[in-house]
């Protein structure tokens, strides 16, 4: 016992019993084979936790055997003034071509993920799920989603061709009408 | 008569001497009282079974049979389950086309298959029946407050069966079913990617979505896990709960003790025998004349339009389209499970136990209402909420259309109509000051406030102040709704909104007939006239709402006295949650209102 646990306690230096220290206040609070009983249950119970926890880590793969996210979408000539759904049956992307430029959004509610359409006589993109209607920006006009519909990265590849990225999105205002999310005709 | 008997009995007679039949069969069946008994307890089967039970407890029209039923369609699906599994392979390239052969080329195969799917139906309608049931005729008050527990995770796992179960056909139903269901897992606070206060490790790679998806897009590995969740793990503790649902059953007793006691064997055992053949007959009649649906092969790139859960399914989805997924998905259906759990807890009302509650005429200021003699305040809540979540469904059925439109039942869709939805936010300020005054109206006036408001203020200064209280919080409740609606700029002009007023562009819009009808005063009628209408609305809406609160005051406050201050804490929060979703669904779809407050920096949206 050091002279700190015992000035430590609430007796005061005066007191002619010390008040007993930690070590002593476990050894009473847990008699010997107590204390070794209740560890083994404490180990028990760390070790069920533990590997019950560890199979919560089983269930997260480490490879992911999944499709490619980049594809090669075309001649930027091919595609019209406006929201074109060329793309969506294969690649579920629609390519908009504006006065400006080109600008790809991936066809994904940000709602809970069903395949929007697009509806040209209203310029609207609508969800079949929960009727989020969104403009040809992607930006929310009506329903439940929540933010506006993502952008893809998208650029000109060596051969001429749109070459689009469904693994780099953006769909802040101003960032998404920018860098590798806009291909201004300059480019094109 | 021939002297001899007849050699079948002699035969019969001999075996029945014979080591190994009494090696099996450990009495004899002649129907007298020792054998009803042995026949119960020494049968594994039915051991589960008391030996006597009172006449009260197996009326049919007291249980309806409902649990007996639910756990025979469990069975029932068990079987039909294995043999279908014989044809079925959980892989995308061949999911469908086995589904295809069993319904087609396998014999009895679309037969088993239909009997799968319509059992799974039917299970959902009877454990819900069941749980109606209980709840009605108080069964769930002590000793039985763990066993309603119980109950309610057997239903959520019910659920959670068909759910899974309709993943595996690999059609378009399944495919875009676990889109939404993963989406939602992918909106979880804290743990979803897309959830509002995500914690900052959280990545598409490492959430809730990719553990229940096994990856990030739904393929083979969601596939293969949504198969042995639906085939092995579910079943595995389905079972589990179930034999303490039942063992319960036993231990703490029937809820019905009346009338004289009777043999199960044969009164009970002879009432399921025939309930599980009626039931069998529906379910065989049912499979030989409607096919389970089959939709198109699942595309990721192709939703049906509209696209539409399962019937048990279409409460939850209409919900997600009134709030964010987040709420709707996961914070909603949580607080419901919840909340059924904590009923027995809360419920301190020892009345009503073991018969269904007796109807009575009453009235609620003008409206004539239905209510019970027993009670009324638990029925009512609970009532409410099941016919809440039926007409949601019934909405999400009959009323929705090609992109999730309102359709009335009667109109014919049309995929090319020009709808031109509009919806907007309320200001956050308004808002919040709106969910504010809401909640509020949940404060208690404890007994001992009361009495000092009396000794100070005379003896009618509780109730005044109860009512100057609600009025007040009636009359904001309209004017936070009313006010920002007509004099708020539109924060979407010019860029998304040809409008620069919420006025304007709800009033043009064809979505909130309300603000349509205010708009068009005004423009008929002038602007004078036309806002003075508006005035006059607002303040009728809120003495109305004032009026509810005073008469909702009287009961909160008599509540308040009954359950005490942790018990009121539980359940006065999760009735006022139950009634405001009602109102938001108003708020959308008569005033066109999308959220009322809207942090996008959080995701946080209500």
């Given at each position: 016992?050091?002279?700190?646990t015992?000035?430590?306690?609430?007796?005061?230096p005066?007191?002619?019993?010390?008040?007993?220290?930690?070590?002593?206040?476990?050894?009473?609070?847990?008699?010997?084979?107590?204390?070794?009983?209740?560890?083994?249950?404490?180990?028990?119970?760390?070790?069920?936790?533990?590997?019950?926890?560890?199979?919560?880590?089983?269930?997260f793969?480490?490879?992911?055997?999944?499709?490619?996210?980049?594809?090669?979408?075309?001649?930027?000539?091919?595609?019209?003034?406006?929201v074109?759904d060329?793309?969506?049956?294969?690649?579920?992307?629609?390519?908009?071509?504006t006065?400006?430029?080109?600008?790809?959004?991936?066809?994904?509610?940000?709602?809970?993920?069903?395949?929007?359409?697009?509806?040209?006589?209203?310029?609207?993109f609508?969800?079949?799920?929960?009727?989020?209607?969104?403009?040809?920006?992607?930006?929310?006009?009506?329903?439940?989603?929540?933010?506006?519909?993502?952008?893809?990265?998208?650029?000109?590849?060596?051969?001429?061709?749109?070459?689009?990225?469904?693994?780099?999105?953006?769909?802040?205002?101003?960032?998404?009408?920018?860098?590798?999310?806009?291909?201004?005709?300059?480019?094109? | 008569?021939?002297?001899?008997?007849n050699?079948?009995?002699?035969?019969?007679?001999?075996?029945?001497?014979?080591?190994?039949?009494?090696?099996?069969?450990?009495?004899?069946?002649?129907?007298?009282?020792?054998?009803?008994?042995?026949?119960?307890?020494?049968?594994?089967?039915?051991?589960?079974?008391?030996?006597?039970?009172?006449?009260?407890?197996?009326?049919?029209?007291?249980?309806?049979?409902?649990?007996?039923?639910?756990?025979?369609?469990?069975?029932l699906?068990?079987?039909?389950?294995?043999?279908?599994?014989?044809?079925y392979?959980?892989?995308?390239?061949?999911?469908?086309?086995?589904?295809?052969?069993?319904?087609?080329?396998?014999?009895?195969?679309?037969f088993?298959?239909?009997?799968?799917?319509?059992?799974?139906?039917?299970?959902?309608?009877?454990?819900?029946?069941?749980m109606?049931?209980?709840?009605?005729?108080?069964?769930?008050?002590?000793?039985?407050?763990?066993?309603?527990?119980?109950?309610v995770l057997?239903?959520?796992?019910?659920?959670?069966?068909?759910?899974?179960?309709?993943?595996?056909?690999?059609?378009?139903?399944?495919?875009?079913?676990?889109?939404?269901?993963?989406?939602?897992?992918?909106?979880?606070?804290?743990?979803?990617n897309?959830?509002?206060?995500?914690?900052?490790?959280?990545?598409?790679?490492?959430?809730?979505?990719?553990?229940?998806?096994?990856?990030?897009?739904?393929?083979?590995?969601?596939?293969?896990?949504?198969?042995?969740?639906?085939?092995?793990?579910?079943?595995?503790?389905?079972?589990?709960?179930?034999?303490?649902?039942?063992?319960?059953?036993?231990?703490?007793?029937?809820?019905?003790?009346?009338?004289?006691?009777?043999?199960?064997?044969?009164?009970?055992?002879?009432?399921e025998?025939?309930?599980?053949?009626?039931?069998?007959?529906?379910?065989?009649?049912?499979?030989?004349?409607?096919g389970?649906?089959?939709?198109?092969?699942?595309?990721?790139?192709?939703?049906?339009?509209?696209?539409?859960?399962?019937?048990?399914?279409?409460?939850?989805?209409e919900?997600?389209?009134?709030?964010?997924p987040?709420?709707?998905?996961?914070?909603?259906?949580?607080?419901i499970?919840?909340?059924?759990?904590?009923?027995?807890?809360?419920?301190?009302?020892?009345?009503?136990?073991?018969?269904?509650p007796?109807?009575?005429?009453?009235?609620?200021?003008?409206?004539?209402?239905?209510?019970?003699?027993?009670?009324?305040?638990a029925?009512?809540?609970?009532?409410?909420?099941?016919?809440?979540?039926?007409?949601?469904?019934?909405?999400?059925?009959?009323?929705?259309?090609?992109?999730?439109?309102?359709?009335?039942?009667?109109?014919?869709w049309?995929?090319?109509?020009?709808?031109?939805?509009?919806?907007?936010?309320?200001?956050?300020?308004?808002?919040?000051?709106?969910?504010?005054?809401?909640?509020?109206?949940?404060?208690?006036?404890?007994?001992?406030?009361?009495?000092?408001?009396?000794?100070?203020?005379?003896?009618?200064?509780?109730?005044?102040?109860?009512?100057?209280?609600?009025?007040?919080?009636?009359?904001?409740l309209?004017?936070a709704?009313?006010?920002?609606l007509?004099?708020?700029?539109?924060?979407?002009?010019?860029?998304?909104?040809?409008?620069?007023?919420?006025?304007?562009?709800?009033?043009?819009?064809?979505?909130?007939?309300?603000?349509?009808?205010m708009?068009?005063?005004?423009?008929?009628?002038?602007?004078?006239?036309?806002?003075a209408?508006?005035?006059?609305?607002?303040?009728?809406a809120?003495?109305?709402?004032?009026?509810?609160?005073?008469?909702?005051?009287?009961?909160?406050?008599?509540?308040?006295?009954?359950?005490?201050?942790?018990k009121?804490?539980?359940?006065?929060?999760?009735?006022?949650?139950?009634?405001?979703?009602?109102?938001?669904?108003?708020?959308?779809?008569?005033?066109?209102?999308?959220?009322?407050?809207?942090?996008?920096?959080?995701?946080?949206?209500?």
């Amino acid at each position: 016992m050091t002279n700190g646990t015992s000035a430590s306690s609430p007796a005061g230096p005066d007191a002619d019993v010390r008040a007993p220290g930690l070590w002593e206040r476990l050894d009473q609070a847990l008699e010997r084979r107590q204390f070794i009983l209740k560890s083994g249950w404490a180990l028990f119970w760390l070790f069920l936790g533990g590997w019950l926890l560890s199979n919560l880590r089983y269930l997260f793969p480490n490879v992911l055997y999944e499709a490619t996210l980049t594809f090669k979408g075309g001649r930027p000539e091919d595609f019209p003034l406006g929201v074109s759904d060329k793309l969506k049956k294969s690649h579920r992307v629609w390519v908009v071509r504006t006065e400006q430029g080109f600008y790809s959004v991936w066809a994904r509610c940000t709602h809970l993920g069903c395949t929007p359409n697009w509806f040209e006589a209203e310029g609207r993109f609508k969800c079949p799920c929960h009727g989020s209607n969104f403009t040809s920006t992607g930006d929310v006009i009506a329903g439940p989603a929540p933010k506006p519909l993502w952008r893809c990265a998208i650029q000109l590849s060596n051969d001429g061709q749109l070459l689009i990225d469904k693994g780099r999105l953006e769909n802040r205002p101003g960032q998404r009408d920018k860098g590798e999310f806009f291909l201004p005709y300059s480019n094109a | 008569m021939a002297a001899t008997p007849n050699p079948m009995t002699q035969a019969t007679q001999w075996l029945k001497k014979t080591k190994l039949w009494k090696s099996i069969f450990r009495h004899d069946f002649t129907d007298t009282p020792r054998t009803r008994l042995q026949r119960v307890f020494g049968n594994v089967f039915l051991h589960l079974h008391p030996v006597r039970i009172p006449k009260d407890a197996i009326r049919v029209t007291y249980t309806w049979g409902m649990g007996g039923i639910s756990f025979y369609l469990f069975l029932l699906l068990v079987v039909s389950g294995i043999l279908l599994m014989f044809y079925y392979r959980p892989t995308s390239a061949v999911a469908y086309q086995d589904i295809k052969d069993l319904t087609f080329a396998v014999t009895l195969g679309g037969f088993l298959r239909n009997l799968h799917r319509w059992a799974a139906h039917l299970m959902v309608i009877c454990v819900i029946l069941h749980m109606i049931r209980v709840f009605l005729t108080g069964s769930y008050k002590p000793p039985r407050e763990y066993n309603w527990v119980v109950g309610v995770l057997l239903l959520v796992m019910t659920l959670f069966l068909s759910y899974t179960g309709y993943l595996l056909p690999w059609d378009q139903l399944a495919l875009w079913a676990v889109t939404v269901g993963a989406q939602m897992a992918a909106n979880s606070p804290l743990l979803g990617n897309e959830g509002p206060f995500r914690l900052p490790f959280i990545t598409t790679t490492n959430d809730v979505r990719f553990m229940l998806v096994g990856g990030t897009t739904i393929g083979d590995a969601t596939l293969i896990r949504f198969y042995v969740l639906h085939c092995m793990a579910v079943p595995f503790i389905f079972l589990i709960f179930l034999a303490v649902h039942f063992w319960r059953v036993r231990k703490d007793s029937f809820s019905v003790q009346t009338g004289p006691k009777v043999d199960v064997w044969p009164n009970l055992v002879s009432r399921e025998l025939l309930a599980a053949l009626l039931v069998t007959v529906i379910l065989f009649v049912w499979s030989m004349l409607l096919g389970a649906p089959l939709e198109g092969e699942a595309n990721l790139n192709v939703t049906p339009n509209p696209s539409k859960a399962p019937w048990y399914f279409l409460g939850l989805q209409e919900l997600l389209v009134y709030f964010d997924p987040w709420i709707a998905g996961v914070v909603l259906p949580t607080l419901i499970v919840v909340g059924l759990m904590a009923i027995p807890y809360v419920d301190t009302n020892p009345k009503g136990l073991g018969r269904w509650p007796d109807l009575r005429r009453a009235r609620l200021g003008p409206l004539p209402v239905l209510t019970t003699t027993e009670r009324p305040f638990a029925v009512s809540v609970f009532m409410l909420g099941t016919i809440m979540w039926f007409v949601l469904i019934f909405i999400g059925e009959f009323c929705r259309g090609p992109n999730w439109e309102w359709y009335w039942p009667w109109e014919d869709w049309s995929h090319r109509r020009i709808s031109k939805m509009t919806l907007k936010n309320l200001p956050n300020l308004w808002g919040g000051l709106l969910i504010v005054a809401y909640f509020l109206l949940g404060s208690p006036a404890p007994q001992r406030i009361k009495a000092w408001l009396a000794a100070r203020f005379g003896p009618r200064a509780p109730e005044r102040a109860s009512a100057l209280l609600h009025l007040g919080l009636g009359m904001l409740l309209a004017v936070a709704v009313f006010v920002p609606l007509v004099m708020s700029g539109d924060p979407d002009y010019p860029a998304r909104s040809d409008t620069p007023t919420l006025f304007e562009a709800l009033g043009r819009s064809r979505n909130a007939p309300v603000v349509q009808g205010m708009y068009g005063l005004v423009q008929s009628a002038g602007p004078a006239a036309g806002y003075a209408g508006i005035a006059l609305l607002v303040l009728s809406a809120g003495l109305a709402l004032g009026w509810i609160g005073i008469r909702f005051g009287r009961l909160k406050d008599r509540l308040y006295e009954e359950l005490g201050l942790l018990k009121y804490s539980i359940v006065i929060p999760l009735f006022l949650i139950m009634v405001g979703v009602l109102g938001k669904i108003v708020l959308r779809l008569l005033f066109g209102i999308k959220y009322l407050v809207s942090i996008p920096a959080f995701d946080f949206n209500i």
